[in-house]
């Protein structure tokens, strides 16, 4: 079942809601893999119908971002989910989603702040947005996100808990290839050269958070991984840190749950990954 405006997504819910059912969402731009697929499986844990939708969102996108490039694939995307056993995909169009004269934008405080939301000025709130009118288009019972966007994660728990959407958010555990790249569309960017280089990135960021859980220094751990990134390749570290998890605050030294984010360019690509860093 494909729905393509908000009118027929609401009426599928409401339907399913008044047989008692719960109902879960996908939110996805597209180009699906392994990872979101994760993300339909365990929706099947939490609720009774599961449905995706693909929307490529522009206002997440800065003006010199890769908007057009990104990749749409409509049919296979699909097909993905019906394989799946999802019960229906949501594809509105860029009028439906932003009609003539919108002009509502979500900024979330604090948890947008620094990581990408200093390289990508504008993003949270794009995402933000966007993710509250699919939360209020479609009214799920439950929300699934990957846990590869960790900053996103956060965004999202942090506006669905000020704006008492109601709504359960589900992190989801990042889809690693085989040599522990975190899967992502953008991996379609990569040259093979570059493919061989990428997974560089979840080894380094594995070898610093065994450090800095045996209590090793944030700042001196971050140079050593930068040191490590560029040194292999990658043309550029947007950023290398040490969070809360939470808060994503600042830590200069594992004294609680922490989350250790990484985004760096390689080639096209702009990649993110990040691990869980806990106290030994
Ligand atoms: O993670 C994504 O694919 C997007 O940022 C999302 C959450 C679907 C909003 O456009």
Not at 233 to 241: H, K, M, Q, W
Not at 248 to 263: E, H, I, K, M, S
Request: hydrophobic share 45%; with cysteine; charged share 20%.
């Amino acid at each position: 079942m494909i729905w393509r405006s908000v009118a027929e997504l609401r009426q599928a819910v409401a339907a399913w809601h008044r047989d008692g059912l719960r109902v879960a969402l996908v939110p996805t731009m597209g180009a699906l893999h392994e990872g979101h697929l994760a993300l339909v499986r365990r929706g099947f844990a939490l609720a009774d119908r599961v449905i995706a939708s693909v929307f490529v969102n522009p206002t997440q996108f800065g003006p010199t971002e890769d908007f057009s490039a990104y990749p749409r694939r409509e049919a296979e995307d699909s097909a993905m989910l019906a394989e799946v056993g999802a019960h229906g995909l949501y594809m509105p169009t860029a009028d439906e989603m932003y009609p003539a004269g919108f002009s509502t934008t979500i900024t979330v405080g604090g948890v947008s702040e620094g990581l990408c939301g200093a390289a990508r000025p504008g993003h949270f709130a794009g995402v933000a947005t966007v993710v509250a009118k699919l939360l209020l288009q479609a009214r799920p019972d439950v929300a699934l996100f990957g846990q590869k966007d960790y900053q996103q994660l956060q965004v999202i728990r942090r506006m669905v808990r000020d704006l008492d959407l109601g709504v359960q958010i589900e992190g989801v555990p990042t889809v690693r290839e085989a040599d522990g790249l975190a899967m992502s569309s953008r991996n379609a960017y990569l040259t093979p050269s570059e493919r061989a280089i990428a997974p560089g990135l979840y080894r380094t960021l594995t070898a610093m958070a065994g450090r800095l859980s045996a209590g090793a220094a944030a700042d001196e751990q971050e140079a050593w991984g930068r040191e490590q990134l560029q040194s292999s390749g990658f043309s550029a570290v947007d950023y290398l840190e040490l969070r809360d998890a939470d808060s994503l605050q600042r830590l200069d030294r594992l004294d609680r749950p922490g989350r250790l984010l990484v985004a760096a360019r390689l080639g096209r690509a702009r990649l993110i990954d990040n691990v869980a860093v806990v106290t030994k």
